[in-house]
Nanobody, 115 residues
Framework: VQLQASGGGLVQAGESLSLSCAVI????????MGWYRQARGKQRESVAV???????NYADPVKGRFTISRDSAKNTANLQMNSLKPEDTAVYSC??????????WGQGTLVTVSS
């Protein structure tokens, strides 16, 4: 199983980007999918998580600006990022967790927000 992230790029502050994470391969019983980010010189932080129950969690810095969604039939998760700020600049990685708590990680995609 592989997770393939796409959609990163360079934008100006205030603009939007949409990230997509596709699950390649067969996997059953996904408990949650989400995104982490890691800025240069900083620790990795959770950005958004969507649970199979429908529950969603956002990190405080992105609340009201980012929206996570999931297409269970296609096994994809998307992160719509609006009103981007320079401090959102980071490598964004998607992940999923199975119901038996096995994590899978995808390669990161770089998001750069210029001021």
């Amino acid at each position: 199983v592989q997770l393939q992230a796409s959609g990163g790029g360079l934008v100006q502050a205030g603009e939007s980007l949409s990230l997509s994470c596709a699950v390649i391969g067969s996997i059953l019983d996904i408990s949650a999918m989400g995104w982490y980010r890691q800025a240069r010189g900083k620790q990795r932080e959770s950005v958004a998580v969507i649970h199979s129950s429908g529950g969603i969690n956002y990190a405080d810095p992105v609340k009201g600006r980012f929206t996570i969604s999931r297409d269970s039939a296609k096994n994809t998760a998307n992160l719509q990022m609006n009103s981007l700020k320079p401090e959102d600049t980071a490598v964004y990685s998607c992940f999923l967790i199975t119901r038996d708590n096995n994590p899978y990680w995808g390669q990161g995609t770089l998001v750069t927000v210029s001021s």
